[in-house]
């Protein structure tokens, strides 16, 4: 199956643009969360160099974010580059399992293979089999607890584009359809 940006990008854009004022950008470098300001009228989850598992993973970092951090760049949290040393990688790693337990089932969604960052090539050896296996612990919990608002109806979109294979508009109907059921039942 083609995995094509352009489509991730339009399926996120139809749903969230006009309910959450926030589209999904194909950036140069490193990604980024930039939140409506004077310059641009809307929030931009800007993901890395075109690459579909950036934007499904900083996608994943949005739909956990709530209202007061989806107003600070980068949702106001830290970021540790590469080079970690075993505290630095243990905290890294504990703000990572719920966003890319999310990430997980939004690949699941799309019918695209998932592999767990540990992010910290040049850092302390890391142990990526037990951070995945709390990655999977926290995405078969997201599935029997229910996913957050945002994310089940992307997942919604996605499945609906990727598995059922329906046309980008029908996608972005069943999402926002998950979407608006959700918010009118809250």
């Not at 999904?24 to 641009?40: F, M």
């Not at 931009?44 to 160099?49: E, L, P, Y």
């Not at 089999?129 to 995405?139: L, W």
């Amino acid at each position: 199956m083609l995995h094509a940006i352009d489509d991730v990008i339009a399926l996120f854009d139809g749903v969230f643009a006009e309910t959450f004022n926030t589209r999904l950008i194909k950036g140069d470098d490193e990604p980024i969360y930039l939140p409506a300001d004077g310059d641009v009228g809307y929030h931009r989850i800007v993901f890395a160099h075109g690459f579909f598992a950036s934007a499904l993973h900083e996608v994943s970092h949005w739909c956990i974010a709530g209202a007061a951090r989806r107003q600070l760049e980068d949702y106001g949290y830290w970021y540790e580059p590469d080079g970690r040393d075993a505290g630095q990688q243990a905290a890294f790693e504990q703000v990572e399992v719920a966003p890319q337990a999310l990430e997980r089932l939004l690949c699941e969604a799309c019918a695209k293979s998932f592999e767990v960052s540990v992010d910290n090539l040049d850092g302390v050896t890391v142990d990526r089999q037990a951070f995945a296996a709390q990655v999977a612990a926290r995405a078969e919990r997201y599935r029997d607890q229910g996913l957050p608002l945002r994310a089940d109806a992307f997942v919604a979109t996605l499945r609906a584009f990727y598995r059922q294979g329906e046309p980008r508009a029908v996608a972005i109907t069943a999402g926002r359809a998950r979407l608006k059921t959700a918010l009118t039942s809250a």
